[in-house]
C-alpha cells in the first residue's frame, strides 16, 4: 500500500498543547501525488511553498513531512492510550479452538488480568467492526509496557499526527487555500535549509529543468519513511550490497526547528550536511 505523506508546521509548544499545528496543506491543492517521491522534488510548487513559509513568516519553527503509517504519539496534552485487544483473546474459547502457539489459556489470563488491574474487575471493551474489543486508558509506562508485550494486544498513545493535521486543514480551508494559491513559479531562491536544533544546515538545489533531483526538505524531515510504496527505499547493487542513495538521512531532522535563509551569517558555526537523495526510476 501507498503511505499519504502531507508537511506540518508545529507550534512551538505542540508537545504540550492538543491544538498543535500551527499550518498543514495538502498535496491534492497543487495537484500532485501524495506519496513521499510523487513530490519531493526540487522545482515542485508543494515544496515551494513550504520552502517560502519557513524562510519568512514560520522561520526556525519545528516541523516535520508527516506519513499517515507514523507512530502515533504521547504529548503531554493526552493523558489516554487506546487499548486494542483481537476478539479471539476475550470471547470464551476451547482448548481445541486456539489458533497458534501464542493463543493459549495462559496468554488469555494475562488479557483479562492486565484489564482488570488497569480499568477494574468490572472492565468493558467496546467491539468495533475490525473485529478488535477497544478501550481507553489512562497512559503510564508500566501499562503501556504491560500490553505492549502481550500478544494480539495493540497500543496505541491518543495523538494521530497526520490525522491531526487534516482536521487543522478541514477548519482553515480558506487560509490554506489563499496560501497554496499563491504564485510560487518565481518565487525566490534559499540557498541554505537549516536545522537550528542541531546546528547543521543544507545548500539547497537550484531548479534545472533539465536535472530531475529529490528535494532534502521532505526527506530530512519525513517520520515514517519506508514503511508505504512511494517512499525512498533502500537499494541493492548487484553483488547485494547497499546503494548511497541517501536511505540512512531520510528522518534525520524530523521535529527540530527548520529554516530557509540566504544570510551566511545564520549559518556560522554550523555544519555543512551532504546529502545523498537518490532514486532510480
Not at 515551494?48 to 503509517?69: E, S, T
Request: glycine share 6%; proline share 4%; charged share 30%.
Amino acid at each position: 500500500m501507498g503511505q499519504y505523506w502531507k508537511g506540518i508546521i508545529l507550534k512551538e509548544n505542540w508537545k504540550k498543547v492538543k491544538n498543535l499545528v500551527e499550518f498543514s496543506c495538502s498535496s491534492w491543492e497543487f495537484s500532485v501525488g501524495a506519496k513521499l517521491l510523487e513530490h519531493s522534488w526540487i522545482g515542485n510548487h508543494y515544496l515551494d511553498m513550504y520552502i517560502q513559509l519557513l524562510a519568512n513568516k514560520y522561520y526556525g519553527y519545528p516541523f516535520v513531512w508527516c506519513g499517515d503509517y507514523c507512530d502515533h504519539m504521547k504529548t503531554s496534552a493526552y493523558k489516554n492510550m487506546e487499548v486494542r485487544v483481537t476478539s479471539r483473546l476475550i470471547e470464551p474459547r476451547k482448548e481445541t479452538e486456539i489458533l497458534s502457539d501464542d493463543e493459549t489459556p495462559e496468554v488469555f489470563n494475562k488479557v483479562i488480568e492486565a484489564l482488570e488491574k488497569y480499568i477494574g474487575k468490572d472492565w468493558k471493551c467496546k467491539f468495533n467492526k475490525d473485529n478488535y474489543y477497544t478501550t481507553t486508558i489512562p497512559y503510564s509506562d508500566e501499562a503501556w509496557k504491560t500490553f505492549e508485550e502481550l500478544p494480539h494486544v495493540y497500543v496505541d498513545y491518543e495523538l494521530d499526527l497526520y490525522e491531526k493535521a487534516g482536521e487543522w486543514i478541514e477548519k482553515n480551508e480558506k487560509l490554506v487555500s489563499d496560501i497554496a494559491g499563491a504564485n510560487y513559479e518565481d518565487a525566490p531562491y534559499y540557498k541554505y535549509l537549516v536545522n537550528l536544533d542541531k546546528k547543521e544546515y543544507v545548500i539547497m538545489p537550484k531548479y534545472s529543468p533539465r536535472k530531475w533531483e529529490l528535494n532534502p526538505l521532505s526527506l530530512l524531515c519525513a517520520n515514517s519513511n519506508d514503511r508505504g510504496g512511494g517512499d525512498l527505499h533502500e537499494e541493492i547493487d548487484n553483488e547485494g550490497n547497499p546503494k548511497d542513495n541517501g536511505y540512512n538521512q531520510v528522518g534525520l531532522w524530523a521535529y527540530d526547528h527548520i529554516g530557509f535563509t540566504n544570510d551566511k551569517a545564520a549559518i556560522k558555526g554550523f555544519k555543512k550536511l551532504v546529502t545523498k537523495f537518490k532514486c532510480d526510476w
